[in-house]
């Protein structure tokens, strides 16, 4: 390739390089229509209009309609955005190192904490009324299956090293999603009690669960001791307490591990 006077390789030429610079052109002009609506959103609330919008995008409405279809295609856009927002905080609290406990409540408190903050954005993507026709994907349902496959993911790789079927994974995790989510449906509307309250009671619920579960299968773990990530764990073997049966604790006194 040559190189002009400057240096510098020239410009692409041809259709195929004015095509590449219309498109990410493009692509950004509707990166910031879109964050023009979650500003929007937050000024005006879930039934803001186009009107409004436009206004705080500094543009026409026309012009708007330039980068989307129509309103369900600037809704999808957003929606993708407020899964962005929501991922960027659950994933690293999901994945973080820590005592048990505090690896639950990191994570339900990174999920109510970005509804907190964004309430109104929240309500725009559930409520779906904004869209001017049906659309094919649902933000607030694809949320909840990523956050779900992570967490299956997690918990799976924990069981399996501590030698206990990982087939409830899957299932726990979903059931968890759901309860969180619903939970927080609940207290975004009636705000009957802080945040902070709502994150320790569903951390203790969640906490219990889990640990149920795990004495059903012979083991008992500290939740205020780190278990270090998957990789640090080593290979574990249930040793049941003497005249324990397959509930632990209950019949004799708590199971314990040993290396």
């Keep these: 390739m040559s190189v002009g006077r400057s240096g510098r390789e020239p410009e692409p030429r041809g259709p195929d390089g004015r095509r590449e610079r219309w498109r990410a052109h493009r692509e950004a002009r509707r990166a910031e229509f879109v964050e023009a609506t979650v500003r929007a959103v937050a000024r005006h609330g879930p039934d803001v209009g186009m009107d409004e919008i436009a206004a705080e995008a500094g543009v026409s409405k026309p012009v708007l309609y330039r980068h989307f279809t129509d309103k369900a295609d600037l809704y999808v856009a957003v929606g993708r955005?407020?899964?962005?927002?929501?991922?960027?905080?659950?994933?690293?609290?999901?994945?973080?190192?820590?005592?048990?406990?505090?690896?639950?409540r990191r994570s339900v408190d990174a999920y109510l904490g970005t509804i907190d903050d964004y309430p109104d954005l929240y309500r725009f993507v559930v409520r779906r009324s904004f869209a001017d026709r049906p659309v094919s994907e649902d933000p607030?349902?694809?949320?909840?299956t990523m956050i779900a496959a992570q967490l299956a993911a997690l918990l799976g790789d924990h069981l399996r090293a501590f030698g206990v079927d990982?087939?409830?994974?899957?299932?726990?995790?979903?059931?968890?999603?759901?309860?969180?989510?619903?939970?927080?449906?609940?207290?975004?509307?009636?705000?009957?009690?802080?945040?902070?309250?709502?994150?320790?009671?569903?951390?203790?619920?969640?906490?219990?669960?889990?640990?149920?579960?795990?004495?059903?299968s012979g083991i008992t773990i500290d939740p205020h001791q780190p278990l270090g990530t998957v990789g640090e764990l080593r290979p574990v073997r249930v040793i049941p307490a003497r005249g324990s049966g397959r509930g632990g604790d209950r019949a004799g006194g708590p199971h314990r591990l040993a290396e």
């Design 81 to 104: 955005r407020a899964t962005e927002l929501l991922m960027s905080r659950v994933v690293p609290a999901l994945t973080g190192c820590g005592t048990p406990y505090e690896w639950i």
């Design 166 to 216: 990982s087939g409830g994974a899957e299932p726990w995790a979903h059931a968890i999603v759901g309860m969180v989510h619903s939970a927080g449906d609940w207290w975004l509307e009636r705000r009957s009690m802080s945040r902070q309250s709502l994150t320790d009671y569903l951390t203790r619920l969640i906490w219990h669960a889990l640990d149920g579960a795990l004495r059903e």
């Design 140 to 144: 607030v349902a694809e949320d909840k």
